[in-house]
């Protein structure tokens, strides 16, 4: 093949989970066209209602998009399970049938070579109980990468699971109920697992209320809690390899534009992949995230709001006056 993809064959099979978004998902059976997996998981929640039955006839059609060798399967739901029950039938049925494997929502668009980048890294891992998922997307990448050949680790979850891939042995752990969170939540072990003060505050929220019932929509958080209790980490290339292209009105969670993660670059991996000497977790790069995409400090909300009333290059001009006015308003 051209270009940054290997001249080998992709082996890995891939899910992709839907339910009513038919424009977001058209775009991402056009990217599996172009990466052409031997085998394809295809799960469509149920409709909610007389009106929406439409809408997931059309998603379903999509298969018809499907116009290379390729072995499908269908998992189409006749009720709806809603986003948390549907999301945990269609990766459980996903994983009876499959090892490992790459998962994509309906809004999540993969650049070719991301498949490409989580064959290579789920074989090389696959038997490493440190290693929870090959994460696709990657927020705080700039522009152009400088090193989009290689990957760190992240022991926080950052980025979300905007595609990624896993192993079997991974999703046995996981736990909708979270059962034990009464047992370790106010633990020493766990308080001392966040970066920060405020990372704690909004990490226990999180838990907290998804665990109660009050984030209904939630089975990433469960993961993440899965993988907090595991002592493992998630592979984030260095470039953006999956796009979210879900941020509109009618979502579940990314509903609206102007959301800080809202990007539209997206990147290809380049081959062969460097692979770091000593995969370590970079705690410096997993507070950097928190702090400019999930809660952002005094000081960071104050420094993005100046970069959005001022042109190009003029910050760093202004460095010395920002500083002062952090001062006298405390905010150091």
Request: hydrophobic share 40%.
């Amino acid at each position: 093949m051209e270009g940054p993809i290997p001249d080998i064959p992709l082996r890995l099979p891939v899910l992709v989970t839907a339910f009513i978004r038919e424009e977001t998902l058209r775009e991402v059976f056009l990217a599996l066209q172009k990466a052409r997996p031997p085998r394809l998981y295809f799960a469509c929640d149920g409709p909610r209602h007389e009106v929406d039955r439409p809408k997931t006839e059309r998603v379903r059609a999509l298969l018809s998009l499907v116009d290379w060798p390729c072995e499908v399967h269908t998992l189409f739901h006749e009720n709806n399970l809603g986003c948390q029950q549907g999301m945990v039938a269609n990766m459980s049925w996903f994983f009876e049938h499959e090892e490992e494997g790459v998962i994509l929502e309906d809004d999540i668009l993969p650049d070719p070579s991301f498949f490409w980048f989580c064959q290579e890294l789920l074989e090389k891992y696959r038997h490493d109980e440190r290693i929870w998922a090959i994460i696709g997307n990657n927020l705080s990448a700039p522009e152009k990468p400088v090193d989009a050949d290689t990957y760190w680790l992240s022991a926080h979850g950052y980025g979300a699971y905007w595609g990624w891939a896993s192993w079997r042995r991974v999703w046995r752990k996981f736990d909708v109920r979270m059962s034990d969170w009464p047992r370790v939540s106010g633990t020493k072990e766990f308080n001392d697992y966040f970066l920060s003060r405020a990372e704690k505050r909004q990490g226990k929220m999180l838990f907290e209320a998804t665990y109660d019932g009050r984030i209904p929509t939630a089975w990433d958080y469960q993961l993440d809690f899965a993988k907090v209790l595991a002592g493992a980490a998630n592979i984030i290339p260095e470039a953006n390899l999956c796009r979210n292209i879900g941020f509109t009105s009618d979502a579940t969670h990314t509903v609206s534009p102007d959301d800080s993660r809202n990007r539209s670059v997206l990147h290809a991996a380049r081959f062969p992949l460097r692979h770091p000497a000593r995969l370590e977790v970079d705690p410096v790069r997993d507070l950097a995230y928190f702090e400019a995409h999930i809660l952002p400090s005094k000081v960071q909300r104050l420094k993005n709001f100046v970069k959005q009333l001022l042109p190009d290059k003029i910050e760093e001009r202004l460095a010395p006056a920002m500083g002062s006015i952090q001062r006298k308003l405390g905010l150091e």
